[in-house]
C-alpha cells in the first residue's frame, strides 16, 4: 500500500502507513517485507533531510540482514549528502561486495567517493572492475578513470 503511496507521490500517507509497520515486531517469517518498510521509510526520511532517522533504519535493517546491499547502498547516499565522503565510500563498499561486485551503479558510486575522498588507487580498480564487465561505459572514464589517474601523477 505504501508503495502505491509513494507512485502517486502521497509521500506523507505512505510514511504514515510505514511507521505504524515499523512500530510492529519483528517476524523472521516477513523480514523481507520489514526490511522493505524499513528502508523505503529511510527513503522518505532522507527526501525530508531526516538523516539521523534515515540511518537508524538503515542500520536497523543491517542488524537483522548484514548482506542488505540496499541498505549499505541508502547509508552511503547519506553520509554523501552529508559531505563524508570517506564514511560514504566504505557503505558503498560493502554494497558493493554484498551485490557480489557486479553492480555497475554501485561501482559508480564507490569510484567516485574513493575519488572525492583522494583515495585514487581505490578509485582506478573498481574502474577496472566496473569496465570489465561495462567496456564502453564512458562516463566512468571520463568522471572518474582518467581524473584518478591525474591525482596520482600530481601526488
Known sequence: MSTGFMM??????????????????FNDRESSE???????????YMESGKYDQAQDLCKKCIAFNKSCCRAYDTLGQIYEKEASYSDAADHYANSWKFSGEASPMVGYKLAFQYLKASRFVEAIDVCHKV?????????MRQDILDPARQGLRSD
Open 34 to 44: 520489514f526490511e522493505r518498510c524499513w528502508l523505503m521509510l529511510a527513503e522518505v
Open 131 to 139: 569496465l570489465a564487465l561495462v567496456p564502453d561505459y564512458a562516463k
Open 8 to 25: 502517486l507521490k502521497q509521500s506523507p500517507k505512505a510514511r504514515n502507513n510505514l511507521k505504524r509497520i515499523v512500530k510492529m515486531p
